[in-house]
């Protein structure tokens, strides 16, 4: 299985592991069967996307230099200086793995000034 556009998104990742039978369980995401390698890999990028999706709450991204937090859209790919995770009212932040970008460019968007 290759990796295609539509898991480039938390919101197409979700339509990818649909089969594998993803829920959320006091908390975590969890799912019935072991998706493919090809996906768990981008599942440990985007995982909290999906977790969002599956919840129904909002997703959060912060950057790590200048502190601030964005409510990031699933149908998108990541904005490129968003370091930290989050899912509305999770008590903690995941950071994104610093080779993520490196393994796994179309995740990520590209952010100029005139953007933020």
């Not at 019935?32 to 599956?54: F, K, W």
């Not at 490129?80 to 999770?90: K, R, W």
Request: glycine share 6%; hydrophobic share 40%.
């Amino acid at each position: 299985m290759t990796l295609n556009n539509t898991a480039n998104t938390a919101r197409g990742l979700l339509s990818a592991v649909q089969q594998y039978g993803p829920a959320v369980e006091d908390g975590d995401l969890t799912f019935a069967t072991d998706p493919p390698p090809e996906l768990d890999a981008v599942l440990r990028v985007l995982h909290t996307g999906v977790r969002a999706l599956l919840a129904g709450r909002r997703w959060w991204g912060s950057t790590s230099e200048k502190p601030r937090v964005i409510e990031l859209n699933p149908a998108e790919p990541i904005p490129a200086d968003i370091t930290l995770l989050t899912v509305e009212g999770d008590r903690c932040w995941d950071r994104i793995a610093p080779d993520a970008q490196i393994d796994f460019p179309k995740l990520f968007v590209s952010v100029t000034t005139r953007d933020r």
